[in-house]
């Protein structure tokens, strides 16, 4: 027999030892259903102000309220490099969670939490212990003057190393240049890593307490004096806090429970739900609990918050069916205890957009950056 045949024979009856083996593709899972569209005009809704004129329109910085914006957008031209503005530096660097005192080590999961029958508010997850990095990016506007207390802006989910966010860059050295908002040093603080619960991001962001803010008040902060050579004012109405999702409800919570520290809230798809885990009794609802007790039973705190949410916004995206996963519904809830309690807000529904707000967020983010800074007057310290 010539070695072709002998060759074909192997192959034929199963005795090739290099033969294929067909492996079947591994099932894709299920999609997530789409979130509904909700109306501007819906039964829970806040009465909102619909704004005339063309596609691109957006509440002036002077006003206060509820607004509908969309569902057609145009990118702020804040959003482009303008001729002659002067840029801003930017420096990096990376926090190690082993010589972190408040989180370290972080937590991870490698499933999702199943409903807890004892309490439908929470999940029993199963985690494990992890070690992490996070990259700290600070953007230093061309105008701040050495040795001088800087107004200072932190934000969550920051970027990676070596990828700092040059679109958020440019809109603050617009708006510094053009005076409409002081000479801010913004922080960028990447998160621990995951989301929602049982990951390290989720514990930072959605626990209801003051850690996470000590944590950049106490840690973060001395290491960027130290690294980049600027100071930070002590003054809180001199201080600003701002995330998408989970990164909104941490601002909130990093104002709230250190008033002292953080006087300025601005927040995208502001995750104002019951993400918190683990369980804690004395805020069962986690965030939801802002609207639900926190904001109607307290005093007034000194806070300034912006709010933004998509009309197609998150709803129940996960396994838990406790009433409190509805991000458009959280978000009505917050700018009506706000306005009962008379808080100064501005809170704008956009038409066609869904969680993060898409093309919405190029046109808003500047007029909300400015809005955020509206009145704050330096008091050198």
Not at 5 to 20: E, H, I, S, V
Not at 325 to 332: F, G, I, L, Q, Y
């Amino acid at each position: 027999m010539s070695l072709r045949p002998a060759l074909l024979l192997l192959a034929l009856t199963g005795f090739a030892a290099d033969a294929p083996k067909t492996v079947a593709p591994a099932p894709k899972p299920a999609a997530r259903p789409q979130p509904p569209t909700r109306p501007f005009d819906g039964p829970t809704a806040p009465k909102f102000i619909r704004l005339g004129g063309p596609a691109g329109a957006t509440p002036s910085a002077d006003a206060y309220g509820d607004f509908v914006v969309g569902p057609d957008y145009v990118a702020a031209p804040e959003t482009k490099a303008i001729a002659g503005v002067p840029q801003g530096r930017v420096e990096q660097f990376v926090m190690n969670s082993k010589d972190c005192q408040r989180f370290n080590p972080g937590i991870a999961r490698k499933e999702f939490g199943t409903p807890d029958p004892k309490n439908p508010k929470t999940l029993i997850v199963a985690t494990h212990t992890i070690d992490y990095k996070r990259t700290i990016t600070v953007h230093i506007p061309a105008q701040y003057v050495p040795g001088t207390a800087a107004p200072l802006l932190v934000t969550h989910d920051g970027p990676g190393l070596g990828k700092p966010d040059l679109n958020l860059c440019r809109i603050l050295d617009n708006l510094i240049a053009q005076k409409r908002i002081p000479p801010v040093v913004t922080v960028m603080i990447a998160n621990g890593g995951g989301d929602a619960q049982g990951h390290e991001r989720g514990k930072e962001y959605d626990t209801m307490s003051g850690l996470f803010a000590e944590f950049i008040q106490l840690e973060v902060l001395p290491q960027v004096e130290q690294k980049t050579g600027v100071k930070f004012t002590t003054d809180p109405d001199g201080r600003a806090t701002m995330g998408t999702s989970s990164g909104g409800s941490a601002a909130l919570i990093m104002a709230w429970y250190h008033p002292e520290w953080f006087r300025r809230v601005l927040t995208l798809s502001g995750t104002f739900v019951n993400q918190q885990w683990p369980f804690d009794p004395a805020t069962p609802g986690g965030a939801w609990d802002f609207h639900d007790q926190l904001i109607p039973k307290s005093e007034r705190k000194p806070i300034r918050l912006y709010l933004a949410v998509g009309d197609r916004d998150n709803f129940n995206p996960n396994v838990m069916r406790d009433g409190m996963h509805d991000w458009v519904e959280a978000n009505h809830r917050m700018a009506k205890v706000l306005k009962e309690k008379g808080y100064p807000y501005q809170y704008l529904f956009c038409q066609n957009a869904g969680h993060g707000l898409g093309p919405a967020r190029a046109q808003i983010l500047p007029n909300a950056l400015e809005w955020l800074w509206k009145g704050y007057v330096p008091s050198g310290k």
